[in-house]
């Protein structure tokens, strides 16, 4: 008997519901879409039912047949009595009935999350011919983790120790659960409530129709079954689990209950894998609904080998876990003031670890030449003409990268100007000129990406270039001083905000570095002849420095790749930057020299 109900989420496809009989149990089944397109079906976890999944299966069903159920001992399933009826055996039985019934003789595309990707994990190990590709959200292979937990507690190296030691805490609820009659007893004593209200406080997801389910309680005491019947003895006595499906583990850094860590070593037992982290947590597919179903299309679409834009095979070919992957493999970089300097180092040197780069400046001749020889390196770069400081000709270039490329991965707000002189011989017009540039230039660039990167819900990073002048105060610097000491606070503030979406903010403090900017700064209150004079002893003086901008370059990918908030580059910048913490009276006595 088939019947038509109204899904708890978001108005979408009707959802048709019916009984498939399970190895001794009625399993209920809901499916949506159109029966004839690909199927994916959408495992749920503990303590959850089908309906967990509600969101993310009303944004596939236009475009494939989605199948759920309820496991055993869920929802509208049945119940069966005793812990061995909960084994990987009679669920694996289940999910070959569900399959028969929903999309016999085809492979389908399986998506877990919780207990329902530990157990999808078992499936598409143990019967691989049955799917066309698999995703797995928080619930990883009980053999998998048996055998990285041995590897860590073999080579106790302090961090092996701690990994273990930190998934080892995450697993308190599965030793509780091993304890006789209790775990039963507080679920049905009202556990669900406790329960439904730190899922909203801790993960940010309001309970609505359908979830948490209003079985809850009773769904909570029969899927303790589920860790009894199974946890123990596989992580006794693991078995070689592999499998040849294409595979896309997405990985909530955010998980109370399991450890990011435990995709280490994956890729030797799944050989056709990606990972795509988010930061989000353990209920992703209720916080994230959006990202989840863009993910899942995507891989399924990269397996079929269907039509990609240019973002989405950009994102599917970093998330590739290969042995000859560079670090940046996949990324986007945006680098403004590229066509120059610490800008066109900076672009080359992402470009050398695999990123497309787009390329910005003001002098469109100049970008180009950098994405010429982006694409030397690396991926073909793109270059484009901008000021920055103009926020009309900002928003359109945002526009512009989003709209041909995607969202970019990291941005570089690199563009400034330098400008040198008394503050009194400095004009109204003069401080324009520097704020616009080098404060506004970094305001209208991360706050138009940043807004990108928070929508797509991917995480991100932005680099501000500010200055060892950020810190070291001058009587000759007070404009270029001023931009870059709030380009570097601005980072700060920007870093407590976006954290917690998963976006680093790095501030980048240059000391002396031998660039251009000493031959196009502005020395104001000179004639003409007196200001390409100090020109020409600041650059003779910063060639004799000897520091390049590769240097800074390097220094930038780096803080990506760390996730480090302040960098100072250079020995004078990180003792400027020492002494300014330790000692700023010192500071100030040494900023009434005039050293030009």
């Known amino acids: 008997m088939t019947q038509t109900i109204t899904s708890g989420a978001a108005p979408a496809a009707p959802v048709r519901r019916r009984r498939v009989r399970g190895d001794g149990v009625d399993l209920a089944v809901y499916e949506q879409g159109d029966p004839s397109r690909p199927t994916v079906l959408l495992m749920h976890g503990y303590p959850d039912t089908h309906a967990v999944w509600d969101e993310v299966a009303a944004l596939l069903a236009d ?17 069966p009595f005793g812990r061995k009826r909960y084994t990987f055996d009679y669920l694996m039985s289940d999910m070959r009935a569900v399959l028969d019934a929903t999309a016999p003789e085809r492979k389908v595309h399986l998506v877990g999350h919780d207990w329902g990707s530990i157990q999808s994990w078992e499936a598409a190990c143990t019967m691989p011919e049955r799917f066309a590709s698999f995703t797995s959200i928080s619930g990883p292979c009980l053999d998998h983790v048996a055998h990285w937990t041995r590897r860590n507690i073999a080579r106790p190296t302090p961090a092996n120790l701690k990994r273990a030691a930190g998934q080892g805490v995450r697993s308190w609820y599965i030793y509780f659960f091993q304890t006789p009659v209790l ?12 329960f439904s209200r730190a899922l909203e406080l801790g993960e940010g997801v309001a309970p609505r129709d359908g979830h948490p389910a209003r079985t809850m309680a009773r769904d909570g005491a ?20 592999r499998t040849d499906v294409p595979t896309q583990v997405i990985v909530p850094t955010k998980d109370l209950f399991v450890s990011p860590h435990l995709v280490g070593g994956l890729s030797a037992r799944v050989p056709n894998l990606s990972l795509r982290p988010i930061a989000a947590g353990h209920w992703v597919p209720r916080s994230h609904p959006g990202v989840i179903a863009r993910w899942i299309t ?3 679409t990269g397996v079929q080998g269907g039509p990609l834009t240019a973002a989405e095979s950009r994102a599917l070919t970093r998330a590739r876990v290969r042995r000859d992957r560079r670090s940046l493999d996949g990324s986007l970089v945006v680098v403004t003031g590229a066509g120059s300097g610490i800008g066109r180092a900076t672009a080359l040197a992402f ?21 010429e020889l982006a694409g030397l390196v690396g991926p073909a770069g793109h270059p484009y003409r901008v000021d920055v400081s103009d926020a009309a000709a900002m928003e359109d270039f945002a526009k512009s990268v989003l709209h041909d490329h995607g969202v970019p991965d990291v941005v570089v707000n690199n563009a400034g100007i330098g400008m040198a002189g008394s503050f009194l011989d400095h004009t109204v017009d003069d401080w324009d000129a520097v704020l616009g540039v080098n404060l506004w230039g970094v305001v209208h660039g991360s706050r138009l990406f940043a807004a990108q990167m928070v929508e797509r819900g991917q995480g991100g990073h932005i680099v501000n270039t500010s200055s060892a002048a950020a810190f ?7 404009a270029y001083a001023t931009s870059k000491a709030a380009v570097l606070m601005l980072s700060e503030c920007l870093r407590a905000e976006l954290k917690g979406k998963g976006i680093g903010v790095s501030a980048i403090c240059p000391g002396i570095v031998n660039t251009n900017i000493t031959r196009t700064s502005r020395f104001v209150g000179r004639g003409s002849r007196e200001q390409a004079r100090s020109r020409e002893r600041a650059a003779r003086a910063y060639a004799l420095r000897g520091f390049g901008p590769e240097g800074v370059a390097k220094q930038i990918v780096k803080a990506v790749r760390d996730d480090r908030a302040v960098v100072p580059v250079t020995p004078e910048a990180r003792l400027g930057h020492l002494v300014s ?14 050293a030009g």
Request: charged share 30%.
């Open 581 to 594: 913490r330790l000692s700023p009276g010192a500071m100030r006595l040494l900023a009434r020299f005039d």
């Open 472 to 478: 070291t105060p001058s009587r000759t610097l007070p």
């Open 63 to 79: 475009r494939y047949h989605v199948v759920r159920y309820d496991v055993r001992g869920a929802g509208a399933s049945s119940r």
């Open 222 to 241: 029969s899927g303790v079954g589920l860790y009894r019947a199974n946890m123990v003895q596989r992580l006794r006595r693991p078995r070689d689990r």
């Open 183 to 194: 775990p039963e007893l507080m679920w049905r004593a009202g556990l669900s409530r406790p």
């Open 298 to 300: 995507e891989h399924i």
């Open 351 to 371: 470009a050398e670890q695999g990123a497309e780069v787009v390329a910005a400046d003001l002098d469109l001749a100049t970008a180009q030449r950098t994405a």
